[in-house]
């Protein structure tokens, strides 16, 4: 009922830089925390980054500094700056979202993944 749709992901020199972005969509009341989760071949899946609905974030520490999350709440969008990219930045970026979902007169919690995005850095 409710669908996150990732954007932005591709192919880039170290050093360079990317914008994510993710789309929530559907019976959404309200979008609480939302983040990024990326996972390499081999390695299981990792936070990178997550913001709250009021706009505190937490970063992994190996993108503090070089990563920025951000959010529209008008356009229910996640944003992810990643500048001074690396080749270990290379994997599949998830969105991920905790959102409280309205249908008719019932409401209730549930947290939600996007289809992923190949993020590719090259030495």
């Known amino acids: 009922q409710v669908q996150l749709v990732e954007s932005g992901g591709g192919l880039v020199q170290a050093g360079g830089s990317l914008r994510l972005s993710c789309a929530a969509s559907g019976n959404i009341f309200r979008l609480n925390a939302m983040g990024w989760y990326r996972q390499a071949p081999g390695k299981q899946r990792e936070l990178v980054a997550v913001i709250t609905s009021g706009g505190n974030t937490n970063y992994a520490d190996s993108v503090k500094g070089r990563f920025t999350i951000s959010r529209d709440n008008a356009k229910n969008t996640v944003y992810l700056q990643m500048n001074s990219l690396k080749p270990e930045d290379t994997a599949v970026y998830y969105c991920?979202?905790?959102?409280?979902?309205?249908?008719?007169?019932?409401?209730?919690?549930?947290?939600?993944w996007g289809q992923g995005t190949q993020v590719t850095v090259s030495s």
């Open positions: 991920n979202a905790d959102v409280v979902v309205g249908v008719r007169v019932a409401y209730y919690n549930s947290n939600y």
